[in-house]
Every structure is written in structure tokens, then in C-alpha cells.
């Protein structure tokens, strides 16, 4: 960044720690940029005319008499036509080869929409992925995290939701992705097709941790601009909060904050909400939807990161492998999206609710059989087609890589369900069975 002319330049750097340095200042405002010999740095912290400036790139080589410049400004992201289908940095700049951005520069991190302006979230966003469209369904304007180990495929489920997902504008937020992960994204949005719709931030390890920060308000930037001006869907996408999370500890202890759980600053919960209450369904038809990844640390669901996340959050999704198919699902016990009830049933077909809930009580009932064998008690002819039922309901439709529209979902389920029970045993309301079940009979 340029300094301009008649800029106060300060000398005297009164405290310098690895990630943040203090000055004396005048006339400086609350996450105001400035340069520190050179490095790009923000305002993080005001007593007084004592000022904390947290230097992205870290501070290693800044002497007390280093020459900081305050810039005026806070934080901006350049809005216009060319930011669509463009990689950029955590600082709004191209890293795909491209030309500099020509839009107008626009403030990031301001206040999530007014409540006034609100609407009920009331509009389906089908995703192709039956472990979400039919037992998890999501609506615009929700925000729902992904929990997932460490080890696990997330980020090519963030690649599919982007490539599937029924929305007018994809924003991917990439928080200390590896070259390979911020590579993939790019190879599978360019020979899809879809880049044109696509906008993505990206922090990679080679990058300063603390530049993780500004992702997720870059990324929800851009959606603001997008859902509330031009009125479309938009589906932000958020990898990996654990890593945003992380950054926000880095700074808070070398500030030294007193820390809270597991290491955490003691505002970890206010941080993460206000990213996540910037889901906002607008009532010109504008909305946007956050799906996030929260890594588990061990399975930890009781960490401070996903256990804050859990109470700002509209339910939650759960991937896991499931070692009898080989296949990674949305698991239908520890999954939950609140808002479904607002459109299933009501912008999906009528037997929604009902085969949602058969096919998730039927798969329970193969997890105690599955416990009964384990345990070396005998299985009822109930209990064997009660697994053979899991096993294909698992093959055809909660796996992952499986892709269909919620109709031919519901299909798949009356089928599954008829290959396996009679009328009775499903327990469906009749009018629908008679209506849906396959080749108009029970067994």
C-alpha cells in the first residue's frame, strides 16, 4: 500500500511481542490499517493515545524506531464485476495470475444486518447431498457448521456443496489450507465449469496465520454486496474455523489476555458470532447461508470452539466414515438442521417428513441389531433386513458422492423401504403409502 502525502509518521515503538507492537499515537480509529516498516498491520486495541497494532506478517526484524504510518482507513475489498471467478489473498489481491481488482472500495467487518430488515428464512437450498437435502435440509439465510476430524474429507465436501449447491453466488473462505487443498479448489471449479459463479479468499500455510483473520469478513463482504444489492442467493462456504480460532489465540495471548478454555480469548464466542449473524435472509429475495467447517481436535465436541459454535449456530452437521460400505456420510444421529421443518413438506414433496423419519428410525434399529450381533446374541429375521436396509440406505443415499434431487431421494427411500418391510412395519401414513409405495402393493 501507498502512503500518501501529509501522513504522520510515528518512530517510537514503546513494546514489540511476536505478533503485535505499541506505540503512542493521535488520531487513530479502531481497526484503522497502518504500515509498520513496511508491513501491513491493524488496530486492535486503543487506551488513551496508547495504540496496538497487530502486524499480520508477524513483527521479526521491526526495531523500536521502526517508521509506522497510519493509513485512514480500515480494512477494504474492491466491489465490482471483475471480482467474480477470481482467486484472492486475504487483502482483497489476486493470486491467480490475474489482473488487479477495479471496483470500489468497500469497508469490511461492518455490523450484520438489522433485524427489521430481516425475514424468516423460508427458502429451500438443495445441495445434491441426501445425508443434508432430505434428513439435514438447509434453508437460505441459516448458518450450520460441519464438524469433522481432522483426517477427513472436508474440504472436497466444501468442493461438492460449491459445485451442487442451488445458489446464485458460491463465496469460498480458505482459512490455512496446504497448496495441494487451495490447488484442488481450483482445478475442480475451473474444469467444472463454474467459475464464473465462484469467488474464493484463500490463506494457505505458507501464509501469515494471523491474515486468517480477515477471510471470513472478506468473504462475507463480498456476499453482503451480492444478496443485499443484486438480490442473490449466495452460499458462503468457510474452511477451517478451528484455524481461524487458532489465529484469534495467537493474537490474544501475545497480547497477553488472560486466556479462557482450552487456550482460547475469553471473546471466542462474540468472534465467531459475528461472522455467523451475518446469515440473513432478505425480504427482496436476497439471502445468504454459511456452512462452515469446525475441525474436531480428537472428537472433542466438548472443545471451546465447537461447543461456542454449537450455541450460535442453527443446528449442526456431522461427517463420518462408515467402515461396513467404506464411505463417508453426513451422519444421521449427531446431524441436525433446526430450520428444516420450515420447508419440508411444504417446498419438497409431502412424504418428505414421513420418509425422513422412517428411513432415520429404521437405520436405528440396525445399529442395536448391529450391537446384538456384536454381542453375540442371535438376530431376528427383523433385525437381518434391518441391516441390509442400513447397508444400501448408506450405499444409495447417504454416502456423499451420491447426487440427487430431493425427489428422486424420496424415490430412493419408498424403494429401499419396500425391498425390506411391509406397510406395516414402515409405519407411514396411508394415503401416502398407498400413494408412493412401489408398484402400488406391500409384501
Known sequence: MKKKAFQRIYTKISRITRATCTLNAENVGFEELALVEG???????????????????????IPTDAEVVFLGKAPSLRIGPDLE????????????????LTGEPREIGGPSVNPVRR???????????????????????????FFADPDQPFNQIMALLALRARADRIILGGMGLSNDDYLFFRNAFENAGSLDRIIAFVNTTEDPPVERLLIPEMALAAAEYYAAEQQQKVLVLLTDMTLFADALSIVSNRMDHIPSKDSMPGSLYSD?????????QFPDGGSITIIAVTT??????????????????????????????????????????RL??????????????????TAIRLYADAANARTKQENGFDLTGYDERALKFASEYTRELLAV??????????????????????????GIREELVEKYWPNGNGT
Open 340 to 357: 428444516k421443518q420450515l420447508v419440508i413438506g411444504k417446498q419438497t414433496r409431502e412424504d418428505h417428513p414421513q420418509v425422513m423419519n
Open 39 to 61: 508491513k501491513l498491520a491493524q488496530v486492535v486495541k486503543i487506551i488513551g493515545d496508547e495504540i496496538t497494532l497487530q502486524v499480520f506478517a508477524g513483527t521479526e526484524g
Open 272 to 280: 465467531l458470532a459475528r461472522i455467523y449473524e451475518k446469515a440473513v
Open 401 to 426: 458422492d451420491v447426487n440427487l434431487s430431493v425427489d428422486e431421494m424420496l424415490d430412493t427411500g419408498w424403494k429401499l423401504l419396500g425391498s425390506h418391510f411391509s406397510r406395516d412395519e414402515v
Open 85 to 100: 471467478g477470481r482467486f484472492l489473498n486475504a487483502y482483497g489481491e489476486p493470486i491467480d495470475g490475474g489482473p488487479g
Open 296 to 337: 474436531l481436535s480428537g472428537g472433542d465436541i466438548t472443545h471451546a470452539i465447537p461447543d461456542n459454535t454449537g450455541y450460535i449456530t442453527e443446528g449442526q452437521l456431522f461427517l463420518r466414515r462408515d467402515t461396513d460400505v467404506g464411505k463417508v456420510v453426513v451422519d444421521p444421529f449427531r446431524s441436525l438442521s
Open 119 to 145: 425475514e424468516q428464512p423460508s427458502q429451500l437450498i438443495s445441495t445434491g447431498i441426501a445425508g443434508i437435502d432430505l434428513n439435514n435440509t438447509l434453508v437460505t439465510g441459516q448458518k450450520i457448521p
